[in-house]
RNA sequence: GCCGGGAUGGCGGAAUUGGUAGACGCGCUGGACUCAAAAUCCAGUAUCUGCGAGGAUGUGGGGGUUCGAGUCCCCCUCCCGGCACCA
């Protein structure tokens, strides 16, 4: 065995071997379980960030361990390849999307193999592609038949200057990012998935997901957010309305109708327009109403403004008449554009209703409580323990009682009933924006909305176009969107409006199954491989990506995508049985103070830390000029910041194995994950400990591995240690999926065998033993130094072939337990006593305890708690 | 603002079911090897106090439950993720 560890030429051999074994490539014919294991696929940005390196390393070590297992590992890989950042690109450099994507992809796949990443690749799939598109746009179709997507308004954020739409990302400050012009809402038509239809099954679906971590499932549970409430319906005053008509709202808080002071409508609700048409006040207002964007945190800290409009509704239980105010915090899309007002019981209102004056009236009581419309207090809004007050009939009714009589009283003057409500919105997919698959639906004056005919499939998106950020290209180029109408052969208008870049993640896992499918979506092979066993990505993508995915899965299910039983068999409710969510990788930032403020990121890599003799920093210089730079705190890497690391700098020089190693042990996979430089040192050193570990040993030639026979106390503590460390790992690998924790085990047992100097036969064959489990024990997180390793100590052998060890249940026996005493709880000295003793006998050593006794001082002892193998507590 | 997380030595983290706080690693200090350096190896390393044995304190802050709390409960601070057109 080579003397020294070359990661370099070690991990291209592994490599080669892998590629000439096809060791990856997953069939649908093997006996064993099989075991889906994906990794959320990248975005192709450029180049691989450490994110990606964590992602994917998590999901190969999961893979490689399930393979040891005996699982028909099927791990694939591919691109989300569509998105804004390749519009961005080809304006800044002139290139177009398509050549610019290709480019990244063809970058990234490289650093991805280089990674040695146990996947598939002859399953790749790339979003941006027709051969993968034409299949949603397929979905799509059928959907729009099914009525399971229309068409409706909705708010954007609109560039008054480049006269273009705006992201939520692209307004900064309440302007566009390019422009800078102040952003405007505008309403404009758009498809929407009618997933408010799935809401109840998104939501009763989360409690069969046991292998879901639970804050996923209640941030998905808040977010699809099942109410219980009133539409509640106000008639119109027609004295300052001048027509008779209703005003609908919806209200979870019924019982509180009685204290209902005035109702609130967004700037382009009905009211608000036919109020402003003589108000010039008023139409101000509702144009001030419509500057901003769109994005929900801006509304729920902007400030809350409201105008009367003059006109009045009419409570629909007491006849009083009510104000109708404009309100800024009131949307149009959600709900019904209107809510009514009860500011003793709901704290916006309460503000909004201090702040204009407007009546306060107290409808709900608790007792001991004091009402003062001064200031809100947390009771006010108390269901559990309130009842009416000042609401006539229905005084002392608690909530439930209140509500139904209010909601029933309402229903028999036909002015409102009880309805199940969901804070989920049905989800909007038009964008108008070229790098997107694009939606198959013509425009045809007399036939209306056709969907493109199966035959007709794909509709290409074309790649050759200038971007220019002002307005959407599809819109200007009459070769694509001229066409003729499928029904009626008229001259027709295709759609210029692309898909939401979420729909293409949300069914890629399925198509993973059968990426080279010609006949559909997928074909028979996803029946064998879905649902996905383990999906791994970033928290970040918790609520939508995640909601959308399950949505989609449930719609293939229904289209009948995965066979006419699908529904019945209950395989294909969910896509997803386990979900691992990764933190985010984080390093320090660095910067200097240019004139104006404007700060200059410099990037870590290019700057010197000086700490003090305790390895705190004490300042930082740029390299390049020996300066200082101010450091900055510690970030999720980013472009703007410029402090992220270049994960093929740490290939290059330590190899992937190291970059591996390090990202595994820094911290478990949940948690986010700070850089630094020093780690990946330590990475390194602990492989080449290993390799001279194995070398060593080597040099007196490989042996079988100890099967029995009589061992020194050394020797069968080592193979205590031996076996424990392989039921942890076990249990960190499977269960817990914390790999900081395996790799710890793995270098405690690695410092224990090099304290281990016996050179008998035995203890030699025992050394064996540990240094082959170890190789196994290590192989999912650094494969490469393991394949080589692997075949020196079993010539003619290949780790791929190999199994998990197996623990030993007799090396796991031990005769004497070391027990911990305390005195109130406090630590005071040590035991060792036989495995077992019994509980009289261990009081009875605790108390005539050395320190125990010292502590007594000739007094008793209250109580002792004997924790069988952990402790004694002696209570005094 | 709302929803979901998080906070443990100089640093990353460990403590899996309420039972020895700081495993493992980084950094740092001292030593060995070397003409020297790198690499490697050995020893030490929470804080305060003490010559030492030891003692006291200590898991973001405040309170509580318990024989015993990093872990459970209540309140607070700060940080991070998401908020529907970044992906």
């Given at each position: 065995?080579?003397?020294?560890?070359?990661?370099?030429?070690?991990?291209?051999?592994?490599?080669?071997?892998?590629?000439?074994?096809?060791?990856?490539?997953?069939?649908?014919?093997s006996d064993k379980p099989k075991y889906y294991c994906l990794s959320m696929f990248p975005y192709p940005s450029g180049k691989l960030h450490m994110g990606h390196v964590r992602n994917y390393t998590i999901g190969d070590v999961l893979a490689r361990y399930h393979r040891m297992k005996g699982f028909n590992v099927m791990q694939p890989m591919g691109w989300d390849a569509f998105g804004l950042p390749a519009e961005n690109a080809a304006m800044a450099n002139n290139v177009p999307p398509a050549a610019w994507t290709y480019a990244n992809i063809d970058y990234m796949r490289k650093q991805l193999?280089?990674?040695?990443?146990?996947?598939?690749?002859?399953?790749?799939?790339?979003?941006?592609?027709?051969?993968?598109?034409?299949?949603?746009?397929w979905l799509f179709t059928r959907l729009f038949e099914k009525g399971l997507i229309y068409k409706k308004t909705s708010t954007v954020n609109w560039d008054p200057v480049d006269h273009t739409v705006l992201a939520n990302e692209q307004v900064i400050d309440g302007r566009g990012w390019r422009s800078g012009?102040?952003?405007?809402?505008?309403?404009?038509?758009?498809?929407?998935?009618?997933?408010?239809?799935?809401?109840?099954?998104?939501?009763?679906?989360?409690?069969?997901?046991?292998?879901?971590?639970?804050?996923?499932?209640?941030?998905?549970?808040?977010?699809?957010?099942?109410?219980?409430?009133?539409?509640?319906?106000?008639?119109?005053?027609?004295?300052?309305?001048?027509?008779?008509?209703?005003?609908?709202?919806?209200?979870?808080r019924p019982d509180t109708l009685m204290g209902a002071t005035y109702v609130a409508v967004a700037a382009e609700h009905p009211l608000a327009t036919q109020a402003a048409a003589d108000n010039e006040k008023l139409a101000e207002f509702i144009a001030e109403c419509k500057r901003g964007g769109t994005a929900e945190a801006d509304m729920a800290t902007m400030e809350k403004k409201g105008?009367?409009?003059?006109?009045?509704?009419?409570?629909?239980?007491?006849?009083?008449?009510?104000?109708?105010?404009?309100?800024?915090?009131?949307?149009?899309?959600?709900?019904?554009?209107?809510?009514?007002?009860?500011?003793?019981?709901?704290e916006r209102d309460f503000e909004f209703a201090q702040k204009y004056k407007l009546t306060i009236r107290q409808s709900i009581a608790v007792k001991d409580q004091t009402f003062s419309d001064s200031a809100w207090q947390e009771w006010y809004g108390d269901k559990e323990h309130g009842f009416c007050v000042n609401s006539g009939k229905y005084d002392g009714l608690a909530f439930q009682q209140a509500f139904d009589a209010i909601a029933?009283?309402?229903?028999?003057?036909?002015?409102?009933?009880?309805?199940?409500?969901?804070?989920?919105?049905?989800?909007?997919?038009?964008?108008?924006?070229?790098?997107?698959?694009?939606?198959?639906?013509?425009?045809?004056?007399?036939?209306?909305?056709?969907?493109?005919?199966?035959?007709?499939?794909?509709?290409?998106?074309?790649?050759?176009?200038?971007?220019?950020?002002?307005?959407?290209?599809?819109?200007?180029?009459?070769?694509?969107?001229?066409?003729?109408?499928?029904?009626?052969?008229?001259?027709?208008?295709?759609?210029t409006d692309t898909m939401d870049t979420f729909v293409e993640s949300s069914w890629y896992y399925a198509r993973y199954a059968s990426p080279d499918c010609k006949t559909g979506l997928v074909d028979e092979r996803a029946r064998y491989w879905l649902p996905v066993d383990q999906y791994i990505g970033g928290i970040e993508h918790a609520i939508l990506h995640l909601l959308y995915a399950r949505f989609f899965n449930k719609l293939?299910?229904?289209?009948?995508?995965?066979?006419?039983?699908?529904?019945?068999?209950?395989?294909?409710?969910?896509?997803?049985?386990?979900?691992?969510?990764?933190?985010?990788?984080?390093?320090?930032?660095?910067?200097?103070?240019?004139?104006?403020?404007?700060?200059?990121?410099?990037?870590?890599?290019?700057?010197?830390?000086?700490?003090?003799?305790?390895?705190?920093?004490?300042?930082?210089?740029?390299?390049?000029?020996g300066k200082e730079v101010i450091i900055g705190g510690t970030e999720k890497m980013s472009k703007s910041k410029n402090n992220g690391v270049d994960p093929q700098a740490i290939i290059d020089q330590y190899g992937a194995d190291t970059a591996r190693v390090f990202m595994m042990f820094a911290s478990p996979p949940e948690q986010s994950l700070e850089w630094s430089d020093s780690g990946v040192e330590g990475g390194f050193r602990f492989l080449k400990r290993v390799w001279k570990a194995a070398q060593e040993h080597l040099e007196q030639g490989a042996l079988a591995a100890y099967?029995?026979?009589?061992?020194?106390?050394?020797?069968?503590?080592?193979?205590?240690?031996?076996?424990?460390?392989?039921?942890?790992?076990?249990?960190?690998?499977?269960?817990?999926?914390?790999?900081?924790t395996a790799i710890a085990a793995i270098m405690e047992l690695l410092n224990a065998l090099a304290k281990f100097d016996?050179?008998?036969?035995?203890?030699?064959?025992?050394?064996?033993?540990?240094?082959?489990?170890?190789?196994?024990?290590?192989?999912?997180?650094?494969?490469?130094?393991?394949?080589?390793?692997?075949?020196?100590?079993?010539?003619?052998?290949?780790?791929?072939?190999?199994?998990?060890?197996?623990?030993?249940?007799?090396?796991?026996?031990?005769?004497?337990?070391?027990?911990?005493?305390?005195?109130?709880?406090?630590?005071?000295?040590?035991?060792?006593?036989?495995?077992?003793?019994d509980k009289a006998t261990l009081e009875q050593l605790a108390l005539t305890h050395e320190a125990v006794q010292k502590l007594l001082a000739g007094g008793t002892a209250k109580k002792v708690i004997v924790v069988p193998g952990r402790l004694i507590n002696v209570v005094i």
């Open positions: 065995m080579q003397q020294n560890y070359t990661p370099k030429e070690l991990e291209s051999a592994a490599q080669q071997h892998w590629e000439k074994r096809q060791a990856f490539k997953a069939g649908e014919t193999q280089s990674l040695g990443l146990a996947v598939d690749w002859s399953r790749e799939v790339t979003t941006c592609t027709p051969e993968y598109y034409r299949w949603e746009q012009a102040l952003v405007e809402k505008r309403e404009i038509p758009m498809y929407f998935f009618r997933i408010t239809q799935y809401a109840d099954e998104l939501l009763t679906d989360l409690d069969q997901l046991g292998g879901w971590p639970e804050q996923v499932k209640t941030m998905q549970r808040n977010w699809i957010g099942k109410s219980y409430g009133c539409d509640i319906e106000f008639p119109y005053d027609t004295t300052s309305i001048g027509k008779t008509g209703t005003l609908k709202v919806y209200t979870t105008l009367h409009t003059g006109l009045f509704v009419t409570h629909p239980l007491t006849g009083d008449k009510l104000p109708v105010w404009v309100a800024n915090y009131v949307l149009m899309g959600y709900g019904e554009g209107a809510v009514m007002a009860v500011p003793a019981h709901d029933g009283d309402l229903a028999a003057k036909n002015l409102g009933e009880k309805k199940v409500q969901f804070r989920l919105r049905d989800w909007g997919i038009s964008r108008q924006r070229y790098w997107g698959c694009p939606i198959p639906i013509i425009h045809c004056a007399t036939c209306g909305d056709v969907p493109v005919p199966d035959d007709q499939l794909p509709v290409v998106l074309p790649e050759n176009v200038t971007i220019t950020g002002a307005g959407s290209p599809l819109a200007k180029m009459p070769e694509f969107y001229e066409c003729a109408c499928p029904k009626c052969g008229g001259k027709a208008k295709r759609e293939m299910r229904d289209v009948g995508v995965f066979g006419d039983k699908a529904k019945e068999s209950g395989k294909f409710n969910e896509p997803f049985t386990n979900l691992l969510t990764q933190g985010m990788v984080i390093a320090p930032t660095f910067y200097r103070e240019l004139e104006g403020g404007k700060k200059q990121w410099i990037n870590p890599a290019d700057v010197d830390v000086e700490t003090d003799a305790k390895g705190r920093p004490l300042g930082a210089k740029l390299r390049a000029d099967s029995g026979g009589e061992l020194s106390t050394a020797a069968k503590a080592l193979r205590l240690q031996l076996h424990q460390t392989i039921q942890k790992i076990d249990d960190d690998y499977g269960r817990r999926k914390t790999f900081n016996e050179q008998t036969p035995a203890a030699r064959a025992v050394a064996q033993e540990v240094l082959e489990a170890m190789t196994l024990l290590i192989s999912p997180i650094a494969p490469h130094i393991s394949q080589a390793i692997w075949s020196e100590l079993r010539p003619g052998s290949d780790l791929l072939d190999q199994a998990f060890p197996r623990v030993d249940a007799a090396a796991l026996v031990q005769d004497e337990i070391e027990l911990v005493i305390q005195v109130n709880g406090k630590l005071r000295g040590n035991l060792r006593v036989a495995k077992d003793t």
